[in-house]
């Protein structure tokens, strides 16, 4: 037990590199929350795209209408089926070679960040996009009876409610997104992970490891919680019932 204890638990191991943790940590919740807002907004815009159809202007309008419904799903189904460390990896060694102007000179901060939020944005809209389809058609027709627009209608009527239905899961891939942070550490990124592991390698001791667990949990855990309770609130609100067990 106590070669466990020095092995795993060990303050003496941490210390020295308890600065340098927590600089890797704040680099994580960087990652997690720039990532987030761009994967939020694109997959804001996949959804409705993916929404996007037209029953009036014509053929050349419900063409327009279907390519831009059809690049939604194309992009959402190619970068769910993707793994993210795997996108990363592309993306870090083949920007530079792209000579676009801005792209070809990102970091592997920078990088990280655009592999998360593409691949993120894929699983957003999906979400974005059940939401979306949940809202009753009827308050759609109402809306429209009252002379507003498709996009006064999306915007005043379908997507407030979408978004607040679809919370729970948005906040899941919240949680997820901060855990896959890591992955940018394969890049050589100085997440709390990546810190963590050259800590490891150097003195032998997987104690910093364990710190690093204890930062993604006191991350975490508190927003697993919020989960849990606007869950419970809204099967309370919707008249849902418990299980019992006897």
């Not at 939020?117 to 009876?145: D, N, P």
């Not at 209608?153 to 855990?179: D, G, T, W, Y």
């Not at 990546?194 to 975490?220: E, I």
Request: proline content about 4%; glycine content about 8%.
């Amino acid at each position: 037990m106590g070669t466990i204890g020095e092995l795993f638990f060990s303050w003496d191991a941490v210390r020295p590199w308890l600065e340098t943790l927590f600089r890797g940590f704040w680099v994580t919740i960087q990652l997690t929350f720039i990532s987030l807002v761009f994967a939020l907004t694109g997959g804001m815009i996949l959804a409705v795209m993916r929404q996007t159809r037209s029953a009036r202007g014509g053929i050349p309008r419900r063409i327009g209408a279907g390519l831009v419904r059809l690049l939604a799903i194309v992009y959402i189904d190619v970068f769910r089926g993707l793994p993210a460390l795997l996108v990363i990896i592309i993306l870090y060694v083949s920007l530079p070679f792209t000579n676009i102007p801005v792209l070809d000179t990102f970091t592997g901060f920078q990088v990280g960040i655009l592999a998360l939020s593409l691949v993120y944005a894929a699983y957003l809209a999906e979400i974005f996009r059940a939401g979306i389809e949940s809202v009753e058609r009827g308050q759609v027709e109402a809306a429209r009876s009252l002379g507003m627009s498709n996009r006064q209608c999306l915007r005043k009527i379908v997507l407030p409610q979408a978004v607040r239905r679809v919370m729970p899961p948005l906040l899941n891939e919240f949680i997820i997104l901060s855990k896959d942070t890591s992955l940018v550490g394969v890049i050589a990124v100085s997440e709390v992970v990546y810190v963590a592991r050259g800590a490891q390698s150097v003195d032998l001791n997987s104690s910093p490891l364990t710190a690093a667990a204890v930062m993604f949990l006191v991350f975490t855990l508190p927003l697993i919680r919020i989960v849990d309770r606007y869950i419970e609130r809204d099967r309370r609100r919707s008249g849902g019932g418990t299980v019992v067990i006897r």
